[in-house]
């Protein structure tokens, strides 16, 4: 890519980033495009749809978040681990309000240009929780997918401003209940 093209594209995903962050994931492109002073022909030319523009905005989060599970694995117990990485996925979900309807969509659907990233995503929590079940610490009866919708869910309480001020105790009771805990409070092993 040229660089004045890279240049150009780099400011479209600043704006579109600001935009979203703002007003949330079904913000026009249209405004896009009028905040950052292209044409929307410029901006589908770079993007031909939402979806490719928030996988291109999206996508180093989706790999940090996921590199971010491999260094957990390693790193944390396991039950510290699932916990640890279930509160960055909610925490950077907040900041796109909405994203988390387009994730849960793009999950089933092979077409969306969000599809990859976001079954890499599960997969990563799908092996911390794995390895939490292993180690007696996690519900055996929670699955991938389970811990998907319960970002999905979370990130929406943090959307909502009467509930944003309970979201880090919902949080903890959602932890909890994921979590096996022995009557000390600690977990079980």
């Not at 989706?62 to 599970?69: G, N, R, V």
């Not at 990563?124 to 519900?139: D, E, H, I, M, S």
């Not at 929670?142 to 959307?159: P, S, T, Y």
């Amino acid at each position: 890519m040229r660089a004045d093209a890279r240049k150009n594209r780099d400011h479209l995903l600043a704006v579109a980033g600001a935009a979203i962050t703002e007003q949330g994931v079904e913000v026009s492109l249209r405004d896009i495009a009028r905040r950052a002073d292209v044409g929307l022909a410029t901006l589908l030319r770079h993007f031909p749809t939402r979806e490719a523009l928030l996988e291109a905005l999206l996508h180093s989060s989706f790999e940090e978040l996921t590199q971010s599970a491999r260094e957990f694995e390693t790193s944390s117990s396991p039950e510290d681990a699932l916990v640890s990485w279930l509160r960055d996925c909610v925490g950077w979900t907040t900041e796109y309000r909405g994203v988390t309807v387009l994730m849960a969509a793009a999950i089933d659907d092979t077409e969306s240009a969000l599809h990859a990233s976001c079954v890499t995503l599960r997969a990563a929590g799908a092996r911390l929780l794995t390895r939490a079940q292993a180690a007696g610490v996690a519900r055996g009866d929670v699955d991938g997918a389970d811990l998907f919708a319960l970002i999905a869910m979370l990130a929406w309480l943090g959307d909502q401003p009467s509930l944003a001020p309970r979201a880090d105790h919902l949080f903890q009771v959602v932890a909890d209940a994921i979590l096996v805990r022995g009557t000390s409070g600690r977990a079980e092993g």
